[in-house]
């Protein structure tokens, strides 16, 4: 079996300091990947000092590793795509794997440890996968069942709307270098919008997700507010 990469975990954050220093709690307790092969990096919108000192503070006391951060608004108004764009390029200093979070995302913990290595490999072994879904699955998605390494997977199909979310998910470099990085002139929102449309309209490497993950993913949703508005 091959040995585990390192990986990247790249957190994008704004403000709700209660909401993400749960995030990175729960991903720190119950994420199954070994702690020596894991680098955060902190992709701040411009926050006060004070939000991203305790995320920092938080990420020593559960022992992880901090490749670095940023913390200052890059775009105009609540465009951050560019804070995002950093956040993705300093990630991939790390390794061509990053573990992408939003803030308000807290990572469940129903099977003791959430086993990601599994997925991994599969970014690896495979050049035509470029991303792998932790997050819901949308009604109206439409998927095909398909395999790899002795696990199934939903591989999302294009011609329908949602294959792409910015919700938790693992990514390759390869995903970038095929559909671009963030749109840098719209809110968040519409970033994700036109990420999806990018995948829609190029032939490219695949979206899949677990099949035998919960529904609604093994991420709760904690943040019921968007932080942009």
């Not at 990469?5 to 995030?23: E, G, N, S």
């Not at 749109?183 to 519409?190: I, T, Y």
Request: proline share 4%.
């Amino acid at each position: 079996m091959m040995e585990l990469p390192q990986i990247a975990i790249v957190m994008v954050t704004y403000k709700r300091t209660d909401l993400a220093l749960r995030t990175i709690s729960s991903v720190s307790e119950n994420l199954g990947y070994p702690k020596e092969l894991r680098q955060w990096y902190i992709a701040d919108d411009g926050s006060p000092a004070e939000h991203v000192d305790a995320l920092i503070k938080m990420l020593e006391e559960c022992g992880e590793k901090l490749y670095g951060f940023h913390n200052e608004k890059l775009g105009e108004g609540f465009n951050a795509g560019k804070g995002w764009n950093r956040g993705l390029i300093k990630g991939y200093e790390i390794s061509p794997i990053i573990l992408w979070l939003e803030d308000d995302w807290e990572l469940l913990n129903p099977y003791q440890n959430y086993d990601v290595r599994q997925y991994v490999r599969l970014l690896v072994e495979r050049e035509d996968i470029g991303l792998v879904r932790l997050s819901n699955v949308a009604v109206g998605n439409q998927v095909e069942i398909v395999g790899h390494g002795g696990y199934h997977y939903l591989e999302y199909k294009r011609g329908w709307n949602y294959c792409y979310s910015g919700n938790p998910q693992l990514r390759h470099r390869r995903f970038n270098e095929a559909y671009g990085m963030y749109a840098e002139d719209r809110n968040p929102g519409d970033m994700e919008l036109a990420m999806d449309a990018a995948f829609q309209a190029t032939e490219g490497p695949k979206i899949w997700r677990p099949a035998d993950i919960p529904a609604w993913g093994m991420f709760g949703h904690i943040g019921t507010d968007k932080s942009w508005q």
